[in-house]
Nanobody
């Protein structure tokens, strides 16, 4: 089992920045990649960003490319999502997920473990 705890969400004005963190614990040796997803009210959960466990491979949804950066703190089992130039359409609950599968994972089914989520609100 891998436990994931997100933090860093909040309310920020359009154009502002937030940094989300995801702390992983438990059997992290089985983890080969981490991802961030988000779910807005009334919408399906969608892919935001991916990072391989060694940090060498990253991938982003087109909607956040150039504004969001995913990174991993190698001194801790922690992944960050730096979000800049935030827009009202970025408002959602953001979820961290861990994968034991190889390759870049954009699908929900590619992840074994999920955090509880953290709310990000960007008022229009």
């Amino acid at each position: 089992q891998v436990q994931l705890v997100e933090s860093g969400g909040g309310l920020v004005q359009a154009g502002g920045s937030l940094r989300l963190s995801c702390a992983a614990s438990g059997r992290t040796r089985s983890t080969v990649a981490m991802g961030w997803f988000r779910q807005a009210p009334g919408k399906e959960r969608e892919f935001v960003a991916f990072i391989s466990w060694n940090g060498g491979i990253t991938d982003y949804a087109d909607s956040v490319k150039g504004r969001f950066t995913i990174s991993r703190d190698h001194t801790k089992d922690t992944v960050h999502l730096q979000m800049n130039s935030l827009k009202p359409e970025d408002t959602a609950v953001y979820y961290c997920a861990a994968s034991s599968h190889g390759g870049v994972q954009r699908s929900l089914t590619g992840y074994n473990y999920w955090g509880q989520g953290t709310q990000v609100t960007v008022p229009s």
